[in-house]
């Protein structure tokens, strides 16, 4: 059984291994294989700051809600493990910034040690009169992208370093299951009007004096359009941009100087960082993630595509548990392939 | 009295805040920094300098808290400022864990860290090995950036600094009309003080840029404090050690026992190794004397024995300092002005 995943982001990647662990023992004939035009460091997953933080509301989604509770768990999980350095994993405090009062968000109990902030700390903030505090987990994809393709290496699973023009393309080759996990360009595959690009820029800084993310919220401006800041292992990520319906992949000076002087309103220390580099990419955004099966119609015979896209700012938060629930649906792929014998997947 | 002419001896965190709270407070006098040693060969360059007051058993306990919130609201305006990064202060949040149940629920600083609050189940299962544990947000003051950033401030305000091995205070006497002792744990020798006592410090910095937040043992043996480019891994305290050579078995029982608190540290790179030795007394000497041989009188003010809270301390203690030197120039401008007469 031949199984192609399109897309070596985040989620491409995470949903090959989830699928590659949980069947390869019961599908003795599995043959995974991943496709994609771009690999790490040049997929949108590499730009992403990788803080585990879904928006605000869930408007009610609570699907999506699970998906990263599931996510949040898995990481918190590796923590302590020796891969955790390799994976690009670790724990980081920091505070989440708003100009009136908000409800708690749905993940105030998943994150660690959720808790308001007091007034001596919004005194480190003037302009910010209400926020939270809490302990989150940072993934970083440029570790943790080469971690994923180690482990589907050493399973044997292929990649090639291919544009996929349609899914009949796959099928005709003898593809029995594609895994459609291509971002924000899964419109060139099948058109998707409910799929936008955000664009987002970022700049890179070394300011290694800087421990904890800061995330500020503006209600007019909308998400991500408010200045924050993320210290990583190495660089600390500095953003606030988001342009939907904004294709440009490059970088704009105007951009760079909104960032660099709101985040330095915000943090007045980071005059003294070094720039390093600017980058910009695309949040593959859609009203709710694209998550299920389609069946195609390939000549006289039936193929499955299941769809894992439209991620938006919150990829890494919530790659695990879709990962999951594409392996799930894969299951019942292989159901209904073979009714006589029930494969038994480990949940 | 001309400018009256103040000498500090000691330019570890101590002598450098005291040298410079003078400074601000008597602008008519001429500080001058003597010591033996400058960053980064000081004792205070050994420490992580964390914000966390170690408890005086002799001093009471609203003095501590007076000048642990002084020193915490001094550093908190500096982390705010654009010279947070040069002066290497910067806000730093984590977990102090207890295998058995805290002395004290509420430490007496408890109120002047931001956001202390106890340990929730779901971050305590982070340390199968630990039942309690407290969360906060503190300040952490690198080393040698602080000091380096204090000797800058210094300079700038007309403070001279120089080498120089004082071996017994009354030799400055007829240089200098006021002597500051911040000499640390060189105050045993300087004035011969039985109460101070060294308390052996080994510590490991290493490079783990991924730890952003710090972990403490309450019993203070173990501890993980990530600073600007290094990360301090701790430690000991063995009482009356001397010693300042590095001790290969206690490199490694510390980082066993940090990994054991955070497994990532496994990972850690290019390990240093230091020692430094706590200054340590059962009150911190903070105190006039008059030094005194035929007939010719020094004014002596004593700021030493901070042992494990200088950085928690040093604020505070150097503007209680710096009031007893006013005091001591007043005394001295008094009675040159009753000569006069």
Same mark, same amino acid.
């Given at each position: 059984?031949?199984?192609?995943?399109?897309?070596?982001?985040?989620?491409?990647?995470?949903?090959?291994?989830?699928?590659?662990?949980?069947?390869?023992?019961?599908?003795?004939?599995?043959?995974?294989?991943?496709?994609?035009?771009?690999?790490?460091?040049?997929?949108?997953?590499?730009?992403?700051?990788?803080?585990?933080?879904?928006?605000?509301?869930?408007?009610?989604?609570?699907?999506?809600?699970?998906?990263?509770?599931?996510?949040?768990?898995?990481?918190?999980?590796?923590?302590?493990?020796?891969?955790?350095?390799?994976?690009?994993?670790?724990?980081?405090?920091?505070?989440?910034?708003?100009?009136?009062?908000?409800?708690?968000?749905?993940?105030?109990?998943?994150?660690?040690?959720?808790?308001?902030?007091?007034?001596?700390?919004?005194?480190?903030?003037?302009?910010?009169?209400?926020?939270?505090?809490?302990?989150?987990?940072?993934?970083?994809?440029?570790?943790?992208?080469?971690?994923?393709?180690?482990?589907?290496?050493?399973?044997?699973?292929?990649?090639?370093?291919?544009?996929?023009?349609?899914?009949?393309?796959?099928?005709?080759?003898?593809?029995?299951?594609?895994?459609?996990?291509?971002?924000?360009?899964?419109?060139?595959?099948?058109?998707?009007?409910?799929?936008?690009?955000?664009?987002?820029?970022?700049?890179?800084?070394?300011?290694?004096?800087?421990?904890?993310?800061?995330?500020?919220?503006?209600?007019?401006?909308?998400?991500?359009?408010?200045?924050?800041?993320?210290?990583?292992?190495?660089?600390?990520?500095?953003?606030?941009?988001?342009?939907?319906?904004?294709?440009?992949?490059?970088?704009?000076?105007?951009?760079?100087?909104?960032?660099?002087?709101?985040?330095?309103?915000?943090?007045?220390?980071?005059?003294?960082?070094?720039?390093?580099?600017?980058?910009?990419?695309?949040?593959?955004?859609?009203?709710?993630?694209?998550?299920?099966?389609?069946?195609?119609?390939?000549?006289?015979?039936?193929?499955?595509?299941?769809?894992?896209?439209?991620?938006?700012?919150?990829?890494?938060?919530?790659?695990?548990?879709?990962?999951?629930?594409?392996?799930?649906?894969?299951?019942?792929?292989?159901?209904?392939?073979?009714?006589?014998?029930?494969?038994?997947?480990?949940? | 009295?001309?400018?009256?002419?103040?000498?500090?001896?000691?330019?570890?965190?101590?002598?450098?805040?005291?040298?410079?709270?003078?400074?601000?407070?008597?602008?008519?006098?001429?500080?001058?920094?003597?010591?033996?040693?400058?960053?980064?060969?000081?004792?205070?360059?050994?420490?992580?300098?964390?914000?966390?007051?170690?408890?005086?058993?002799?001093?009471?306990?609203?003095?501590?808290?007076?000048?642990?919130?002084?020193?915490?609201?001094?550093?908190?305006?500096?982390?705010?400022?654009?010279?947070?990064?040069?002066?290497?202060?910067?806000?730093?949040?984590?977990?102090?864990?207890?295998?058995?149940?805290?002395?004290?629920?509420?430490?007496?600083?408890?109120?002047?860290?931001?956001?202390?609050?106890?340990?929730?189940?779901?971050?305590?299962?982070?340390?199968?090995?630990?039942?309690?544990?407290?969360?906060?947000?503190?300040?952490?003051?690198?080393?040698?950036?602080?000091?380096?950033?204090?000797?800058?401030?210094?300079?700038?305000?007309?403070?001279?600094?120089?080498?120089?091995?004082?071996?017994?205070?009354?030799?400055?006497?007829?240089?200098?009309?006021?002597?500051?002792?911040?000499?640390?744990?060189?105050?045993?020798?300087?004035?011969?003080?039985?109460?101070?006592?060294? &308390? %052996?410090? @080994?510590?490991?910095?290493?490079?783990?840029?991924? $730890? /952003?937040?710090?972990?403490?043992?309450?019993? #203070?043996?173990?501890?993980?404090?990530?600073?600007?480019?290094?990360?301090?891994?701790?430690?000991?305290?063995?009482?009356?050690?001397?010693?300042?050579?590095?001790?290969?078995?206690?490199?490694?029982?510390?980082?066993?026992?940090?990994?054991?608190?955070?497994?990532?540290?496994?990972?850690?790179?290019?390990?240093?190794?230091?020692?430094?030795?706590?200054?340590?007394?059962?009150? &911190? %000497?903070? @105190?006039?004397?008059?030094?005194?041989?035929?007939? $010719? /009188?020094?004014?002596?003010?004593?700021?030493? #024995?901070?042992?494990?809270?200088?950085?928690?301390?040093?604020?505070?203690?150097?503007?209680?300092?710096?009031?007893?030197?006013?005091?001591?120039?007043?005394?001295?401008?008094?009675?040159?002005?009753?000569?006069?007469?």
């Amino acid at each position: 059984m031949r199984v192609a995943v399109i897309g070596a982001g985040v989620i491409g990647l995470s949903t090959a291994l989830c699928i590659h662990e949980q069947y390869h023992s019961l599908v003795p004939s599995l043959q995974l294989e991943v496709y994609a035009d771009r690999y790490t460091p040049h997929t949108t997953s590499d730009g992403a700051a990788g803080l585990w933080q879904p928006y605000p509301s869930d408007h009610g989604n609570l699907q999506e809600t699970l998906w990263n509770k599931e996510t949040f768990d898995y990481l918190l999980r590796h923590l302590g493990s020796p891969a955790a350095k390799e994976m690009g994993l670790f724990l980081i405090s920091g505070y989440n910034l708003f100009t009136q009062p908000v409800p708690d968000p749905p993940w105030k109990n998943i994150v660690l040690g959720f808790r308001n902030l007091t007034p001596k700390e919004l005194e480190l903030f003037p302009g910010y009169s209400y926020g939270w505090f809490n302990t989150a987990l940072i993934l970083e994809c440029r570790s943790y992208l080469p971690w994923l393709t180690n482990r589907l290496t050493q399973r044997g699973v292929k990649f090639f370093h291919k544009k996929v023009e349609s899914f009949q393309e796959m099928f005709a080759q003898g593809v029995d299951v594609v895994i459609n996990c291509t971002g924000v360009r899964a419109g060139e595959l099948q058109p998707d009007p409910e799929l936008q690009p955000s664009r987002g820029q970022v700049i890179k800084v070394l300011a290694p004096w800087l421990k904890h993310f800061i995330i500020t919220h503006d209600i007019e401006s909308g998400i991500y359009n408010s200045p924050y800041v993320i210290p990583g292992s190495e660089f600390v990520v500095l953003g606030g941009i988001c342009q939907h319906g904004n294709w440009n992949e490059g970088n704009s000076a105007q951009d760079h100087k909104t960032i660099w002087e709101s985040c330095c309103r915000l943090q007045p220390a980071l005059q003294k960082a070094k720039i390093v580099e600017d980058w910009s990419g695309l949040r593959p955004t859609r009203p709710c993630v694209r998550l299920e099966r389609e069946t195609v119609r390939h000549g006289h015979c039936q193929a499955e595509v299941i769809h894992n896209y439209g991620h938006g700012g919150f990829g890494v938060t919530i790659h695990w548990g879709c990962a999951m629930a594409a392996a799930r649906l894969f299951g019942s792929i292989l159901q209904e392939k073979k009714p006589a014998s029930r494969p038994q997947p480990r949940l | 009295m001309a400018a009256p002419k103040v000498a500090v001896v000691g330019a570890g965190i101590v002598g450098l805040s005291t040298a410079l709270c003078i400074a601000e407070t008597c602008p008519s006098c001429s500080v001058t920094v003597l010591s033996d040693q400058f960053s980064p060969n000081t004792t205070s360059d050994v420490a992580a300098g964390m914000l966390i007051p170690h408890t005086y058993p002799g001093t009471p306990i609203h003095v501590q808290k007076q000048w642990f919130k002084e020193t915490f609201t001094y550093l908190f305006a500096i982390s705010n400022s654009a010279e947070a990064s040069e002066a290497g202060i910067h806000l730093v949040s984590g977990y102090q864990v207890f295998k058995n149940a805290p002395k004290e629920e509420l430490p007496f600083w408890s109120d002047v860290v931001l956001g202390f609050r106890p340990m929730s189940r779901a971050e305590l299962q982070k340390f199968p090995q630990h039942r309690f544990g407290q969360a906060f947000t503190t300040l952490k003051c690198d080393c040698p950036p602080y000091l380096l950033w204090l000797e800058k401030r210094l300079k700038a305000t007309g403070v001279q600094m120089y080498t120089r091995k004082v071996a017994d205070l009354w030799e400055l006497h007829s240089e200098y009309n006021v002597v500051v002792n911040c000499a640390g744990i060189g105050a045993h020798q300087l004035v011969g003080d039985e109460k101070l006592f060294p &308390v %052996r410090g @080994q510590v490991l910095k290493v490079h783990a840029p991924w $730890v /952003k937040n710090f972990i403490r043992d309450g019993d #203070g043996l173990t501890y993980i404090y990530p600073g600007i480019h290094r990360v301090t891994l701790g430690g000991t305290r063995e009482n009356g050690s001397w010693s300042l050579s590095p001790d290969p078995g206690a490199t490694k029982d510390i980082f066993d026992r940090c990994c054991s608190l955070e497994p990532s540290l496994r990972g850690a790179q290019d390990i240093k190794v230091k020692v430094g030795l706590r200054p340590s007394r059962q009150s &911190v %000497r903070l @105190q006039r004397e008059v030094l005194s041989q035929a007939g $010719v /009188k020094l004014p002596v003010v004593h700021n030493y #024995g901070h042992g494990a809270g200088g950085f928690s301390m040093h604020r505070g203690t150097a503007k209680e300092a710096a009031d007893l030197v006013g005091e001591c120039v007043a005394a001295l401008q008094g009675s040159s002005s009753r000569a006069k007469l």
